[in-house]
């Protein structure tokens, strides 16, 4: 009976307290990163700069609204692509080499 209690008590508490611990820190790590993308303008990251200019967050604002707008161009050029398997050496090569002069067509138009 005692030596339950002299080896799993502590194995059992050191398992549930440090799971405990473990959630602690990593939600306090969530935060502060949620913190930092959410309420720091890029440029004042970026600066260094620890004057509040109303200057500096019109910048740090415009330069957010360009990088997702950049984002977002660029998703926009992902949604139109075709999918080419390239030929298996037992496969037949003129359908693939012929969508890719039709391709390079298309490009070069």
Do not use: C
């Not at 508490?13 to 306090?28: K, N, Q």
């Not at 303008?41 to 957010?64: F, P």
Request: hydrophobic fraction near 30%; aromatic fraction near 12%; avoid cysteine.
């Amino acid at each position: 009976m005692y030596s339950i209690l002299k080896y799993s008590l502590p194995f059992v508490s050191f398992i549930i307290l440090g799971s405990v611990a473990l959630r602690e820190f990593t939600s306090i790590r969530y935060e502060v990163h949620n913190y930092k993308t959410r309420f720091v303008g890029t440029k004042r990251r970026w600066s260094g700069d620890e004057n509040d200019n109303d200057e500096n967050d019109d910048l740090a604002v415009n330069d957010d609204k360009i990088i997702m707008e950049q984002l977002q161009s660029n998703n926009d050029k992902n949604d139109d692509w075709i999918n080419i398997r390239g030929p298996r050496p037992w496969e037949d090569n003129r359908e693939f080499e012929n969508l890719k002069l039709r391709l390079d067509a298309k490009k070069s138009n």
